[in-house]
């Protein structure tokens, strides 16, 4: 399994006003020599998100890591969860806004193909 080598934060988490309702961007360094963006989130900063566009819903947006609250120990717990089967989420996570609608286009074609031959 891959391991992290790094992990830094852009913005200190001492400068935020709270730990349990806010989003901070991650930078991940992992031994393959790649460094991954994510964000990481609380679920009250999700409620705190909706509540300010006054929705009720959360709208689409690419993934984010959720904690209770932003410590250090709870985002490396969470991000270490994203190793397995060589980082598959932490690479789909980085990934999802940045693959554009051909690619996911052609992607499903493949896949509706290959279903349909297997259904005859």
């Known amino acids: 399994m891959m391991k992290i080598v790094k992990i830094d934060f852009p913005t200190s988490l001492s400068s935020l006003e709270d730990i349990e309702d806010d ?3 991650v930078f991940v360094e992992l031994d393959d020599g790649y460094s991954y963006t994510i964000v990481v989130t609380t679920p009250k900063n999700l409620i705190s998100m909706m509540e300010s566009e006054g929705i009720e819903y959360n709208p689409a947006l690419p993934p984010m890591v959720i904690v209770k609250k932003l410590t250090e120990e709870n985002i490396k717990n969470a991000l270490e969860t994203y190793l ?3 980082a ?3 690479k789909y996570y ?3 806004g940045e693959i554009n609608i051909e690619l996911m286009n052609e992607m499903l074609r493949r896949i509706k193909m290959e279903n349909d031959d297997l259904l005859g």
């Open 23 to 25: 989003n901070i961007d």
């Open 94 to 96: 980085f990934l999802a």
């Open 84 to 86: 397995e089967n060589q």
């Open 88 to 90: 598959y989420w932490l």
